[in-house]
């Protein structure tokens, strides 16, 4: 894992989970934001709270749970195409399809 890391609520804003830094950071305050890191998971409450490469995460946005690993922090808020090269989706045994 690299010693890349950026704030939480600057990486959902990035990666275009959310519209504004202000809307990500409202989420995560209310605890609605679980990071897997090293083979332990604790819910974030902080915005300001560090996300890193390898890190899942695992959120209910849209009605819908999202689950996926922070592929890059990125330097800034591209357009899509770009946002989506900082994550992959991970989908789970039950859906029949392989994590990872």
């Not at 690299?2 to 519209?19: A, C, I, N, T």
């Not at 950071?25 to 609605?32: H, V």
Request: one cysteine or more.
């Amino acid at each position: 894992m690299s010693g890349e890391q950026v704030r939480l609520d600057v990486w959902l804003w990035r990666s275009r989970f959310f519209k504004t830094r202000t809307l990500s950071a409202r989420f995560i305050a209310r605890g609605q934001v679980r990071i897997t890191r090293n083979g332990q998971t604790f819910r974030v409450r902080k915005p300001h709270s560090d996300v890193h490469m390898g890190d899942y995460l695992t959120f209910m946005a849209y009605r819908k749970l999202i689950q996926i690993k922070v592929l890059s922090v990125g330097e800034r808020r591209g357009p899509a195409a770009e946002a989506q090269l900082l994550y992959c989706p991970i989908t789970t045994a039950a859906s029949g399809q392989n994590a990872d």
